[in-house]
């Protein structure tokens, strides 16, 4: 089963995307895009970042049909697959200030 959510918090586009193998278990992935159009794959289940091409984002990106508009939506959603957004989103945010600040 591949699952895959999309949502806007500011000016980051996130896709969550869930892998489930046939015996249960998840591998939740978290694609963000910046403004200037970089990408990054946020394996969780390694525990790394991996910088995407426009075309990786867009293989991701491309069919997937549900959005979550609310932060309650993709609290509950990451919550399911094991992730605390708010930590996730504490860190990314963090890293794209230090991006735009040159810090």
């Known amino acids: 089963m591949n699952e895959a959510y999309v949502f806007r918090i500011g000016p980051l586009v996130f896709i969550l995307n869930i892998q489930q193998s046939t015996i249960g278990y998840s591998y939740p992935r978290i694609f963000v895009r910046f403004p200037d159009d970089g990408c990054l794959n946020c ?13 990786e984002w867009q293989s991701w990106f491309d069919g997937t049909e549900k959005y979550l508009d609310t932060i309650d939506e993709i609290n509950d959603q990451c919550a399911k697959a094991g992730i605390n957004w708010k930590e996730f989103e504490e860190i990314i945010f963090k890293l794209y200030d230090e991006a735009v600040n040159g810090e």
Request: hydrophobic fraction near 45%; avoid cysteine; charged fraction near 25%.
């Open 43 to 55: 394996d969780l289940t390694l525990g790394a970042m991996f910088n995407m091409t426009e075309e």
